[in-house]
């Protein structure tokens, strides 16, 4: 009913208790601190890589989000996982049972601060999971593009842009707790404001 067509919450589909304890910011330290992990810039179009030790991101940049601060200025960690060295943490993530013919997962993990997000975009469907913290959504069908800068940040379109929206402009929107997880069609407009410091991971059907 809904792969095709439209977004959906799944609450209570797997149990990814063990995950979760293995991604508390102590244990991430102790097992990936040294390593190198690739930023990317909160905007829409044209994406900077910056690498920083892991350790370095948590401590000195896992910030809430300056409101003030462009897309090109913001660094994000999310999607860009080495998978020589974060796939042993994967191995103990229990994906969504569910996919979509012809489509293989890949996953993209993620940990950001306070008020930061991507901004809006689209790509193929997908599965996202908040493992810690909350994750606020906003979705437009593939056939109605949002208006927005594309080196806005999320903060900054919802309390510049957002206010002004008529109802009919308006996304449809969400909030994602740990355990939830929601799933995306193909070409689905997004964009996503942590509304804690937050830990994530999404399931790619490409």
């Known amino acids: 009913r809904f792969a095709f067509s439209r977004p959906v919450i799944l609450s209570g589909i797997t149990d990814n208790s063990a995950f979760r304890a293995l991604c508390t910011r102590g244990k991430l330290l102790a097992a990936f601190g040294p390593f190198p992990v690739r930023l990317s810039t909160a905007n829409t179009y044209s994406y900077r890589k910056v690498d920083v030790p892991f350790q370095e991101y948590v401590e000195h940049l896992l910030k809430p989000q300056d409101p003030a601060r462009l897309g090109s200025d913001t660094l994000y960690f999310f999607g860009d996982n080495n998978f020589t060295e974060w796939g042993p943490l994967f191995q103990h993530y229990v994906p969504p049972p569910f996919r979509i013919p012809g489509t293989s997962p890949a996953y993209s993990f993620g940990i950001a601060g306070s008020g930061s997000g991507v901004p809006f975009h689209w790509h193929g469907p997908g599965f996202s999971e908040v493992i810690f913290g909350r994750k606020?959504?906003?979705?437009?069908?593939?056939?109605?593009?949002?208006?927005?800068?594309?080196?806005?940040?999320?903060?900054?379109?919802?309390?510049?842009?957002?206010?002004?929206?008529?109802?009919?402009?308006?996304?449809?929107?969400c909030t994602l707790r740990p355990g939830e997880v929601l799933y995306f069609p193909d070409r689905?407009?997004?964009?996503?404001?942590?509304?804690?410091?937050?830990v994530f991971i999404s399931t790619f059907l490409g």
């Open 136 to 173: 606020r959504w906003f979705l437009y069908p593939p056939d109605k593009t949002p208006h927005f800068h594309p080196n806005e940040t999320t903060l900054a379109w919802l309390q510049h842009t957002y206010p002004t929206l008529p109802p009919a402009q308006r996304p449809l929107e």
């Open 188 to 198: 689905w407009w997004h964009a996503t404001l942590n509304l804690d410091t937050s």
